[in-house]
């Protein structure tokens, strides 16, 4: 309750003064999940669904709408956006920080456009990494099993007094294939190294400045299946997909006053993505200025705008392209949030709006309004409404991708190929929340939120007139066209419980509910849309245990059931993880893990990208970290 978050509202608050359904994971809850990637790591978020792929590659989304490009899922590092400019989705086979770096996740489900902008629709998810001071000496970890096949980190921290304090890193892992239905081998493993630092410079007693960055090199492996203009008309050919890139993020903090500061942050991001169908150079610049003013002690007020330029050149292979190749975005946002103590201590209503310029659509506006009431010292309740936008992103505006080839009537050779359009726009999303909060005794506390969603303008693929084309060989072309021909209604619930029987054991459990209705509109031909409503589980439950044995002896365990997906008949599946931990010292610690312990393999989700699909299959590993402090 007492945790203090800043993702709501970009300044610190009490999580028991949040009016979001939110979930904090810790670095203690990081360090004895036994988890070895941020995605993974997710899995313990209520209402949250982690579906892997592949070996490489995820599908994360909150409250519907799950694929392998989640464009309603905003998530970031530090406040660095994480979105792609081209595929309107996180890569997550990139984002492998060092977990001991990080701080705690913060994670929104439900809507945060009013201060984040558009595409925080579904969810937030904020990684805020630790301070320089707070990894102070030396640590070195590494390890390695089945599928882990092996992978090791380190970091050092040192200080210049009390002003300067700044950490390196570096890392890499080797993981091997998931495997195929039969248990083979399914040839998708996955390589990749990274390196980076940061500094944090306090250097008179109202500035700080900090200064953080990354650079990486993946390389992963996998089946896509692409179409062909001769039999049998489609292959899936296994090919290697590399990411080469880096970051560099600033930020400048200056507190005039109690009540009054400003913060200035800047960062790039680059990165080239080369695979078999297309290859792509991203490069992203971004400055945003925020300010808090608190007035009276009844009003504190968030207000702040950011620029955001991108440019990212293609280079097409013969099924995918975009038009123009290269293309230059700029994105201007504003916002502005008023926290109002209506009942000093007791009653707060929050109202706030974002106005951003999108390059495709123009201007949008995103109001949200929020009301939170402390019950009593340890219970709170919150009610929100807020109106959320998806923007479309450069593919529903210049992709061309041919989806298959197929001998059409008379043995005519007929292709499907998808175009983006100039008529694909945003999509909305009015949400309605409750939620409520509560320390119920000294070891007991719970989390409940519900919700209900209206969706409008959402994204469909329409039909237009065929034609004849030579390229590369005589054919007819059947084209579809990005679109926004549909719109439903969803509801649901999280509800999250943490227990403490004795000082040494740590329960925490949580059920998720997740119900959507989709209706194309009158006039539209897409005969596939509606299937988006089965692409989540509509039920998912969780329980983990953490108990501290005795001769420094730690064992967790975790049992995860997910519901099956209707539209992909994937069948439902149980999932249990545990983790032996044993401290020889004060420094060294040695972990046995296990995972996906129950059955052989599973099946977890199926791309619509044309990614072959693997089974994530039983593994365990070991882990020794030494970490050595000054």
């Not at 109202?206 to 299946?225: I, M, P, V, W």
């Not at 002690?297 to 950011?306: K, L, N, T």
């Not at 719970?446 to 030579?470: H, K, M, V, W």
């Not at 227990?499 to 329960?507: E, G, L």
Request: glycine share 10%; aromatic share 12%.
């Amino acid at each position: 309750m007492n945790i203090e978050v800043t993702s709501a509202s970009k300044t610190e608050q009490k999580l028991s003064r949040v009016a979001a359904a939110m979930f904090v994971i810790t670095q203690e809850d990081i360090r004895r999940s036994g988890m070895t990637s941020v995605a993974e790591v997710l899995r313990m978020v209520p209402g949250l669904d982690v579906a892997q792929i592949n070996a490489n590659n995820w599908a994360i989304s909150g409250r519907g709408f799950n694929e392998r490009f989640a464009d309603t899922m905003l998530v970031l590092i530090d406040s660095r956006s994480l979105y792609s400019p081209n595929f309107a989705g996180v890569f997550w086979q990139i984002e492998q920080l060092m977990l001991e770096d990080i701080e705690r996740i913060e994670v929104i489900r439900g809507p945060g456009a009013a201060v984040w902008g558009a595409n925080a629709v579904s969810g937030v998810i904020n990684i805020v990494t630790a301070k320089a001071a707070d990894t102070l000496g030396g640590l070195v970890s590494g390890g390695g099993g089945m599928q882990e096949r092996d992978f090791a980190n380190g970091r050092y921290g040192g200080s210049s007094g009390e002003k300067l304090a700044y950490r390196v890193y570096g890392g890499y892992m080797d993981r091997s294939a998931f495997e195929t239905a039969t248990g083979q081998g399914a040839g998708d493993g996955w390589y990749g190294a990274r390196g980076g630092g940061r500094m944090d410079l306090h250097y008179s007693p109202h500035d700080t400045f900090t200064l953080e960055g990354d650079a990486y090199s993946d390389s992963t492996r996998g089946q896509t299946k692409i179409a062909t203009f001769g039999p049998p008309f489609a292959t899936a050919p296994f090919s290697t997909t590399t990411y080469t890139g880096g970051d560099i993020l600033g930020t400048w903090k200056h507190g005039f006053s109690e009540n009054s500061e400003t913060s200035l942050n800047f960062y790039y991001d680059g990165l080239v993505r080369d695979d078999i169908l297309i290859a792509t150079f991203q490069n992203i610049a971004d400055i945003a200025f925020q300010h808090r003013l608190a007035i009276d002690g009844r009003q504190e007020i968030v207000w702040g705008a950011e620029y955001r330029f991108t440019s990212s050149p293609t280079t097409a292979s013969a099924v995918v392209s975009f038009t123009p190749s290269n293309l230059t975005t700029n994105l201007p946002s504003f916002f502005v949030q008023d926290e109002i103590a209506l009942i000093p201590g007791r009653l707060w209503f929050t109202p706030g709006v974002e106005f951003e310029h999108s390059p495709f659509t123009g201007f949008s506006l995103e109001p949200s309004g929020r009301l939170s009431l402390a019950v009593s010292e340890n219970q709170s309740v919150w009610l929100a409404a807020t109106q959320a936008t998806r923007t479309p992103q450069r593919s529903e505006r210049t992709l061309h991708d041919i989806v298959a080839v197929f001998p059409g009537p008379g043995g005519a050779l007929t292709s499907i190929d998808l175009f983006g359009s100039p008529a694909a726009s945003n999509g909305s999303y009015l949400d309605f929340e409750a939620g409520y909060r509560a320390q119920v005794t000294k070891t007991i506390s719970i989390d409940a939120a519900t919700f209900y969603e209206r969706y409008g303008d959402l994204q469909t693929q329409e039909p237009g007139a065929p034609f004849a084309s030579n390229n590369p060989v005589p054919h007819i072309v059947e084209p579809l066209f990005y679109a926004n021909e549909m719109h439903g209604d969803g509801y649901g619930g999280e509800f999250a419980l943490v227990w403490r029987p004795i000082n040494r054991w740590k329960v925490s459990t949580s059920y998720s509910l997740l119900r959507q209705t989709l209706h194309l509109n009158p006039g539209s031909q897409d005969p596939a849309a509606t299937l988006a409503q089965g692409d989540n589980p509509r039920h998912q439950f969780q329980l983990r245990s953490q108990v501290d044995l005795p001769h420094r002896t730690e064992w967790d365990a975790d049992i995860y059931y997910v519901g099956k997906l209707l539209d992909q008949n994937i069948p439902s599946y149980t999932r249990v993880d545990t983790r032996l931990g044993w401290h020889a010292g004060k420094s060294l610690t040695l972990d046995a893990i296990g995972q996906n312990l129950l059955q052989p393999r599973h099946l977890e989700f199926l791309s619509n990208t044309g990614l072959v699909p693997t089974y994530s299959p039983r593994r365990a590993f070991v882990r020794l970290t030494w970490n050595f402090r000054p």
